[in-house]
């Protein structure tokens, strides 16, 4: 009740441009579930600068959240900046492919180690996109993935478990959602062969480490075992790096080895103007273009994968996503972030060692977590069974209380590439604090 008093003292004009902004949206808000994102009324941003941004009554937070990564590259990068400003002044849109989309799609190829690439507007297109194409070329329909996922808003990914039954993860969803998908624990290989043995499924979706559910790793054994099960049912591997790119400068499947079908990514790659992508084999790409060629003839089912929209792959999309990739995510830039985000995770170590709580602390590059359990979980399950909303959600509301922007869920603490070490022990000092105010 305290902090969520000095946060209403604090915020007045937010509150009142959210009251204005109900006449013309549901909750006052552009997307009505951001208000249930938070314990609190939402914050109306104004600017952002590097690691800061600062909302509409003044507050600068530091931001450990990075609109959910993707705000990786920091806020207003000088390059990305400036390639948007150009491609705006010289057109934005055609329709019609640009050379910046053949840098953007080489320059992928050769960071995630698939050849062939694809783009849409976001990571959930990306993913969607991925799902069909494996589903047309296998004939089958089921997706597995892992309890604990979060693969975007597409239909098929929005299941959820309850007890060991699959059900639809939110309402408006068709019912037919929960019977082509299947979820299985991360790290159980015979849980995994179990549910690829009836060889009804087209594609396993995963991350390579788990981020939506804290940071859930691969035990020893578990990606080997995903590669050669899934080859061995005749599925399709795809590896959402949307959220694990952060971690290292080849994504996380880079870091373990691991090698897939079909690698998604989004959310920093254009530094969070609005760009998907997907890549694939050489084989794959082949396939799923159709034998003959393209034919377009109006009134008829095309002979074509459900791929494409008019804004996917636009001018300006592509010229930011080539300026974020080859000018601010370099591997340079990947080198200082995973050494700050190194820093941070033992800052938090020590915190939590300090304070004798029995938490945990993960690390993955530029990315931590700390969970309420002496050990890291190592699937769904567990990560729920051993958190605490109500902690969580209150220890949110005091680092943002103090300047402190966190997502206080199941998304910990990340560095940007525009981070730097006073940022890093501003954010390990204030942690401290908040544990001694939590255990004294
Ligand atoms: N994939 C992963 C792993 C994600 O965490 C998210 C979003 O949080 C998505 C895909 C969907 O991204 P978007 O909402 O930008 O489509």
Known sequence: ARELARFAAGHARSASLRERAKASMPRGVPMSWMESLYEYPPVFAETGAGSRFRDVDGHEYLDMYLGDMSGFCGHAPVPVVEAVGRRMAEGNHFLLPGEDAIVVAEHLAERYRLPQWQFTLSATQANTEVIRIARQLTGREVVL???????????????????????????????????QARLVQFNDVAGLEAALAPRDVALVLTEPVMTNVGIIEPAPGFHAALRELTRAAGTFLALDETHSLVGAYGGMAGEFGLATDFLTVGKAIAAGVPLGAYGMTEEVAARSLPAGGHQLAMGDAFAEIATGGTLFANALAMAAGR????????????????????????????????????????????????????????NGAEARVNDDPDLRALMRLWMVNRGVWESGWWLGPTVSVA???ADVDEYVAKFGELLDELTH
């Open 145 to 179: 993935m892992f309890d604990g996922k979060y693969h975007g808003h597409g239909d098929p990914t929005l299941v959820v478990l309850e007890g060991d039954r699959t059900v639809p993860e939110l309402q408006g969803l068709p019912g037919s959602v929960t019977g």
């Open 323 to 378: 300026a974020a990739l080859t000018e601010v995510l370099t591997p340079q830039a990947f080198d200082r972030a995973r050494e700050l985000g190194t820093r941070m995770a033992d800052g938090v170590r020590e915190a939590v060692a300090a304070s004798s709580l029995p938490w945990n602390v993960a690390q993955m590059g530029t990315h931590a977590y700390y969970g309420f359990a002496p050990v890291p979980a190592r």
């Open 419 to 421: 981070h730097d070490e």
